[in-house]
């Protein structure tokens, strides 16, 4: 099982981008997947999670405004639009699967599959 995100840059602060993460070694077909991020020295934070083809969706409060978080199944690909980027949105992005939603709480330590991460930077 392996997640592999991409989509990570140095953007403008007001700019916008989108994060993808795609899985290989299983299908999208089951369970709770979600985007979470870190700063150095800083806890891992949840952004949004997602029931695998849709359904319940959850997102920090941040989050509500500028992120949208969607997969496609056929392309076993998550995906995470960002809008209007901040310097306090620099940090590395991870995407990762659970099996329940509720595996997203407690900074998604109890999802079991993770992405090595991508960096997003937003210069001051």
């Known amino acids: 099982v392996q997640f592999v995100e991409s989509g990570g840059d140095l953007v403008q602060r007001g700019g916008s981008l989108r994060l993808s993460c795609t899985a290989s070694?299983?299908?999208?077909?089951?369970?709770?997947v979600g985007w979470f991020r870190q700063v150095p020295g800083k806890e891992r934070e949840k952004i949004a999670c997602i029931n695998v083809g849709g359904g319940k969706t959850t997102y920090e409060p941040f989050a509500l405004r500028r992120f949208t978080i969607y997969d496609d199944t056929s392309k076993n690909t998550l995906y995470l639009r960002i809008r209007g980027v901040v310097p306090e949105d620099t940090a590395v992005y991870y995407c990762a699967k659970g099996t329940r939603h509720e595996d997203c709480a407690n900074s998604g330590n109890d999802m079991q599959y993770w992405g090595k991460g991508t960096l997003v930077t937003v210069p001051v």
């Open positions: 070694g299983f299908t999208f077909d089951n369970g709770v």
